[in-house]
């Protein structure tokens, strides 16, 4: 049978680990963010280049994949 606590134990973090890891998941955070916010002014860029009729719809609601491929769409056709 094995003890599952023993390796509870083994897996834990230390708390240096752990403080490390959290810096590591904060910056993530940051740089997602920082990511997001370049895309979405890039696309608003994007925006202002096309005709009216292109823009009109408020999609803010969905995904930048979905904005972009709706964008796309609308172009195309």
């Given at each position: 049978m094995?003890?599952?606590?023993?390796?509870?134990?083994?897996?834990?973090?230390?708390?240096?680990?752990?403080?490390?890891?959290?810096?590591?998941?904060?910056?993530?955070i940051?740089?997602?963010?920082?990511?997001?916010?370049?895309?979405?002014?890039?696309?608003?860029?994007?925006?202002?280049?096309l005709?009216?009729?292109?823009?009109?719809?408020?999609?803010?609601?969905?995904?930048?994949?979905?904005?972009?491929?709706?964008?796309?769409?609308?172009?195309?056709?």
């Amino acid at each position: 049978m094995i003890n599952i606590s023993s390796q509870i134990r083994d897996v834990s973090l230390s708390p240096q680990t752990s403080s490390d890891h959290l810096f590591e998941l904060e910056s993530q955070i940051s740089q997602n963010e920082k990511q997001f916010r370049q895309i979405n002014s890039i696309y608003n860029q994007f925006l202002t280049l096309l005709p009216y009729e292109y823009t009109s719809s408020n999609d803010t609601h969905i995904s930048f994949e979905d904005r972009f491929a709706n964008l796309f769409e609308q172009f195309s056709t």
